[in-house]
């Protein structure tokens, strides 16, 4: 028999985000709103984007180092490609008539994944948290030599955020990372990240984008699950753009694989394995 | 140098699924999906064998379709019936709506985000049980110094007990399924969980212990019931998308309490 826990919830609604200032004649309204105490009709005139972000996510402004590596983190995510299974998502369902509205809903669903997405770059950013004060060759070391060579007909992971791209090292993963690490300041997890993938090199792996964009939040503050979400904000203008584009171009646009390259695998050619199913 | 396996998908889907033929119909594994299932066998049947590519038997069919009915309370209350309703309030297309409640149950606390966890745990327990572990260790392993118990399909919130449980075993009776040794554990492990407390066998728990012992495995259990919660999210959904914009559940600006850092200045040596 059921019964209840008496479980006391909140009363409201509770938050230290934001705080609406309540209209004199309509208690539905509201006036203005504050940000962490700063009011948003001032922000909408001074702050820009990167810092408005920070705000909202530490709730204090990032001083003018951090400023500019979110600013270069932004840009640096701000698409995934037209490659990538998301931007492809977004791309497939514009091609094919879906509601604009839902390019960004479809978008960022797949690139939530854990592989190449901010499931990957939440796990990258734990696994930064957790050995950022060890040796990046000792912990190269061990984690190569608990790798399973049964896993490694596709891409590698050495950890989350390292490993390989299509069988090699991510050449643009690294390029992004210096570019990164070259914003004026301290950046110890980036700094990490980069020694890691020098230790992983010889054995074909480095950085992947996930791992230099969870390097980028651990050193801007974040925690990992914000971090996954801060790659999402910066990832989804290139998922719109493309969606939107494709959106224009109709369903032809996107490839159909022709019967010739669709290889069933027929179970009907093996009647032993129909008669198990059936 | 050997193809790698990129170059053998590149442009090619090789499937094991089954796919449409233009002209010749659409193949679900072995099956003609028009000459074969229509009419013949149900929908759960086919989503059974489209994810784990074997035709269940009609009453295991029927009763993993019982299952999704026991989790389609339409009641916006619950967590995620009340993001298909705020869809709804904000007039958004119910696809949107329901697939953003469906997200929202892939969650650790309840629905068929917590499948996984709660298939690993009894699969684990039932090893241990096999390997001659008694079931008072393995609760004592599995509780903390403070006396909270980690047993994922084990308590739910908000209500102790689960009615759905005894009607998802009445059910299974009557299809004459049989409980197997998943279910065996799990009914040992509740009977010794009710000496110590509230804590009992929730569906959740009950219904993986159900399927592990037909046969399914953890990650074919996690898919099956991806839209378990779908009707209940459809439901709210509908009502407030037939009620006026904007009307359900509205909140008056002192709904919200703020807790955060008092009015402040912009400090003007940060900006640009």
């Known amino acids: 028999m059921e019964k209840s826990r008496h479980t006391q919830f909140a009363q409201r609604i509770s938050t230290r985000i934001w705080q609406e200032l309540t209209d004199a004649d309509n208690p539905w309204l509201a006036t203005d709103a504050r940000c962490h105490g700063y009011a948003h009709s001032e922000m909408v005139a001074q702050l820009d984007y990167p810092q408005t972000l920070f705000l909202l996510l530490r709730g204090e402004l990032p001083d003018a180092q951090q400023h500019a590596l979110l600013d270069r983190f932004l840009v640096a995510f701000c698409n ?7 931007t492809r998502a977004a791309m497939n369902a514009a091609a094919s008539g879906t509601r604009s509205q839902h390019l960004g809903a479809i978008g960022l669903a797949l690139l939530g994944g854990e592989h190449l997405g901010s499931g990957e ?8 948290a957790r050995h ?7 912990v190269a070391t061990t984690r190569l030599a608990a790798e399973e060579p049964a896993e490694n007909i596709a891409d590698r992971r050495v950890a989350a955020g390292f490993g390989t791209l299509f069988g090699g090292i991510d050449p643009q993963a690294a390029k992004l990372a210096a570019l990164l ?17 020098a230790a992983l090199r010889d054995a074909g792996c480095g950085w992947l984008a996930p791992g230099v964009a969870a ?7 974040f925690a990992p699950r914000a971090a996954g979400a801060l790659y999402q904000i910066a990832s989804l203008p290139g998922l719109l753009a493309h969606g939107l584009e494709m959106s224009r171009q109709g369903l032809q646009a996107m490839p159909f694989v022709p019967d010739e390259n669709y290889e069933f695998l027929d179970p009907r050619a093996d009647e032993t394995a129909r008669g198990a199913n059936a | 140098m050997a193809e790698s396996i990129w170059d053998s998908r590149r442009h090619r889907v090789v499937t094991r699924k089954g796919g449409w033929r233009i002209g010749e119909g659409v193949r679900v594994g072995a099956y003609s999906l028009l000459d074969d299932m229509v009419g013949k066998h149900t929908f759960f049947e086919l989503l059974f064998l489209e994810v784990t590519d074997r035709m269940p038997s009609p009453a295991l069919a029927r009763w993993i379709e019982a299952c999704f009915l026991c989790l389609s309370f339409p009641d916006p209350r619950i967590w995620c019936n009340q993001v298909g309703a705020l869809g709804g309030t904000l007039r958004c297309a ?5 697939m953003a409640g469906t997200l929202a149950s892939d969650s650790g606390m309840y629905g068929p985000g917590a499948a996984r966890s709660a298939c690993e745990f009894i699969a684990q327990v039932t090893r241990e049980v096999r390997a001659g572990e008694s079931i008072e260790a393995i609760v004592a392993q599995r509780t903390t110094r403070s006396g909270r118990l980690r047993a994922p399909g084990y308590s739910r919130p908000v209500a102790s007990g689960d009615d759905r449980v005894g009607a998802l075993c009445r059910f299974a009776a009557e299809l004459g399924m049989s409980e197997g040794e998943h279910v065996g554990v799990a009914w040992r492990l509740d009977a010794h969980l009710r000496t110590r407390g509230s804590d009992s066998l929730n569906m959740l728990g009950y219904v993986v212990a159900f399927v592990l012992d037909n046969g399914v495995s953890t990650e074919e259990c996690y898919r099956l019931f991806t839209l378990i919660v779908n009707a209940g999210v459809h439901a709210c959904y509908s009502e407030a998308a037939d009620e006026p914009a904007g009307t359900f559940l509205p909140l008056r600006v002192d709904d919200v309490e703020y807790t955060g850092a008092p009015p402040r200045a912009l400090p003007r ?4």
Do not use: K, M
Request: proline share 11%; glycine share 12%.
């Open chain 1, 80 to 86: 995934p490609g037209p490659r990538h299974g998301a």
């Open chain 1, 132 to 138: 950022r004060d060890s040796d990046p060759a000792v």
């Open chain 1, 215 to 221: 390097a980028a939040c651990v050193d801007l503050g």
């Open chain 2, 94 to 98: 119910p696809g949107a709506a329901v």
């Open chain 1, 121 to 128: 770059v939440e796990q990258a950013a734990s696994f930064l």
């Open chain 2, 269 to 272: 040596e940060r900006i640009r």
């Open chain 1, 181 to 197: 690490r070259a914003t004026p300041g301290h950046w110890p997890a980036l700094e990490w990240g980069e020694g890691f993938a």
